[in-house]
């Protein structure tokens, strides 16, 4: 699905990336993990196509498509989703008008007709469900006055609206309690299939617990130093990422 | 030779055509009027209220002038669909400076509501009209008044009598219409007395692309709690210049919106200017702005509380794209014994290109000490995460451009208590954001 070859990337002249090599198929969840500063959010960011970043030397193909040269909002069209760390306000558009654009967009970009109102404010109440999103939310402006929880509902309720193929799930679990925290990551089960795949982002153990990601990343100071299986994070929580460094000869 | 003198000269040779083609109570005030431009000639930008309009140069052009009346061909009703459908309105046309009186709305007016020709009206009605004509519009204090006062000729009168609610909203149509370049002077004049209720939707368009020089002058009088809601849509093209100036006096208890949007124009300056004279009157003033290539609209008000109890509420807000300029200067005085005042006052601006220019000065000055007031004002542009965010939902960047535009001037729209015309200004605001409005939307001619 998504294969990430000698990755360098810059943001105002300063490289962060420094040749990440990662290779996500169909159905698997990966979870990437690392100090603060490493590059996690930088990684997640070039995948999406953030605007303030410079691919400087590498690729990122995605289902035969070179990412790199589509717009951000093509690749999201073609099925990738990002789940923000901190996710936006928007004052004056709600939440319905923004749905709508994107679910439209989408349907826009697949050679489809645009939704029929009737059909896209059923699908609307049908997705809120998965992650208990309250009615009230949606109509109100996109983000504006939600709590940190309900911005992270918000973020996975949009990700069952638009139904991706690679979701990014930057540091979703920031600023959860630990209720919200269930509620998020059993929406997101929930919206998983055997075609779908996933990069998690995080610091902690407590949202992989529910994910259950197949493959653990280890990403230090631009690079992908090991790569192992779930059992990894959980030697993590115990043992932080020193001895990952030394084992890397850092 | 300066501009403002073309016209004294103009009124010089032509005043005994002017006044036969007009009424006593409007030719009483005209000499007044000519002296005073002779003074005042047009302002220059270091006139303070006039300091981001070019008022000289805009009346530079030789236009022509329809002083001898001569009728102009058009059926309005043939050339204009009303562009607020569902709205029902009592819908009256004024062509240029004329009101349009071949046909009028079938739904009967109230008893005693008059709805008409100003110079016709003053012959009927001259001690109603000549008590309140050039009162609040005073010629030695504006050049536009006195210009204004000098040539009109003709235009708009409404009067609600006392304890009259007209339910049905009144749609004025404003049609420029001309085969030269040509230049027109309204004069408008609305009284709406104890207790009354009006609302008011203004609509100006200019149906052929020739250079139009308008002139409107505008007293509005609301008596003691009376309620008085004023919509103004300029839809007109680049090649338009408006110039209105419009007061407002409020007795004690009244309520007064006035609205102000301004979704295609050529160079716009507006004045508005509200004095709330009687204790616990109101004033709620809003203003939306759509500009781009070379469009220029500048809003220039003053809130002058003269009384205790009074609120007033102000809130402009501007979408500035490709080289537009926009001004907005506000001014609320708060006199000394104007306790117990509220007042607000806002100017957001939008400029989504860096060619584009805002030039924003809220003001407010406070003689009275047991007042709440605010004032503030900003300029910014699109807000870029918010832009990332909505294209990583897969919103092309221009659709969420205008997302973003649209939603900034929506909070402005949704102060218009009219919901079918509120309803349509979301619409024209979505296609003017889109380009698709470059010309009036009702007009058959555009199409």
């Known amino acids: 699905m998504l294969e990430i070859k000698n990755l360098h990337a810059s943001i105002n002249g300063k490289e962060i990336l420094k040749g990440i090599n990662l290779t996500v198929r169909d159905g698997e969840i990966h979870a990437v993990m690392g100090t603060n500063g490493a590059g996690k959010s930088t990684l997640s960011n070039v995948i999406v196509g953030h605007p303030a970043y410079e691919v400087t030397e590498g690729e990122i193909i995605f289902n035969g498509q070179d990412l790199l040269a589509m717009k951000t909002e093509e690749r999201a069209n073609a099925g990738i989703f990002m789940s923000f760390q901190q996710p936006i306000e928007i004052p004056g558009v709600s939440m319905t008008n923004f749905m709508r654009a994107a679910v439209n967009a989408r349907r826009k970009y697949q050679g489809l007709e645009p939704m029929p109102a009737g059909e896209f404010l059923k699908l609307m109440r049908e997705k809120r469900k998965i992650v208990e999103l309250d009615s009230k939310l949606a109509n109100r402006s996109v983000n504006e006055g939600f709590s940190g929880g309900e911005k992270k509902r918000n973020e996975i309720f949009q990700m069952a609206m638009l139904e991706p193929t690679l979701s990014i799930l930057d540091e979703t679990d920031s600023g959860l309690d630990v209720d919200a925290l269930r509620i998020v990551a059993e929406g997101f089960n929930k919206l998983r299939t055997p075609e779908t795949s996933a990069i998690v982002i995080t610091h902690y153990q407590r949202l992989l617990d529910y994910l259950k990601p197949d493959i653990i990343h280890v990403l230090i100071d631009g690079k992908i130093i090991k790569t192992a299986g779930p059992e990894l994070a959980l030697e993590i929580e115990e043992k932080g990422f020193d001895w990952i460094k030394e084992e890397a000869g850092l | ?447």
């Open chain 2, 1 to 447: 030779m300066s501009a403002s003198k073309q016209y004294t000269e103009l009124y010089a040779q032509c005043r005994e055509m002017i006044a036969s083609h007009s009424a006593p109570v409007l030719n009483a005030l005209r000499e007044e009027a000519y002296e005073a431009l002779q003074t005042l000639g047009f302002p220059t930008q270091k006139v303070e209220r006039y300091k981001y309009t070019d008022v000289e140069q805009a009346f530079s052009p030789d236009y022509g002038l329809n002083l001898n009346r001569v009728s102009i061909p058009v059926d309005p009703y043939e050339v204009f669909r009303c562009d607020v459908p569902n709205l029902s309105t009592s819908l009256y046309f004024m062509l240029n400076d004329e009101f349009y009186a071949k046909e009028q709305p079938k739904a009967a007016l109230p008893q005693g509501v008059l709805i008409g020709s100003l110079a016709e009206y003053s012959r009927t009605h001259s001690d109603l009209i000549a008590s309140h004509y050039g009162r609040l519009a005073r010629s030695h204090k504006d050049s536009i008044n006195a210009l204004n006062t000098m040539l009109a000729q003709d235009g708009l009168f409404i009067y609600v009598p006392k304890g009259v609610v007209v339910e049905r909203p009144i749609q004025v149509v404003n049609i420029l219409r001309s085969d030269v370049d040509l230049m027109v002077n309204r004069r408008v004049l609305i009284i709406v007395e104890e207790g009354a209720q009006l609302q008011l939707l203004c609509c100006d368009h200019a149906i052929d692309s020739k250079n139009f020089l308008a002139t409107q002058v505008t007293e509005v009088f609301v008596g003691e709690n009376a309620h008085l809601d004023i919509y103004e849509l300029e839809e007109t093209h680049t090649l338009n210049k408006r110039f209105a100036n419009m007061y407002v006096d409020e007795q004690r208890g009244a309520s007064v919106t006035v609205d102000s949007i301004t979704l295609h124009n050529g160079l716009t300056r507006n004045r508005t200017d509200v004095t709330l004279s009687g204790e616990y009157s109101e004033i709620n003033m809003y203003g939306c702005v759509v500009a781009d290539k070379e469009q220029h609209v500048d809003n220039n008000t003053l809130i002058d509380h003269r009384a205790a109890h009074c609120q007033s509420t102000e809130k402009y807000k501007y979408v500035l794209d490709g080289e537009a300029a926009g001004a907005f200067a506000g001014r609320v005085l708060v006199r000394e014994g104007a306790q117990k005042t509220t007042s607000n006052m806002s100017n957001a601006n939008l400029c989504a290109t860096r060619e584009a220019r805002m030039y924003t000065q809220p003001m407010l000055e406070i003689y009275a000490d047991d007042v709440k007031c605010a004032h503030g004002s900003t300029v910014g542009q699109l807000n870029e995460q918010a832009l990332f965010y909505m294209r990583q939902r897969g919103i092309p960047e221009a659709e969420a451009r205008l997302l973003l535009k649209f939603a900034f001037v929506g909070e402005v729209l949704d102060s218009i208590r009219l919901e079918p015309l509120r309803d349509r200004l979301h619409y024209l605001t979505d296609k003017r954001f889109r380009g698709e409005l470059s010309k009036c939307e009702g007009c058959k001619l555009c199409k």
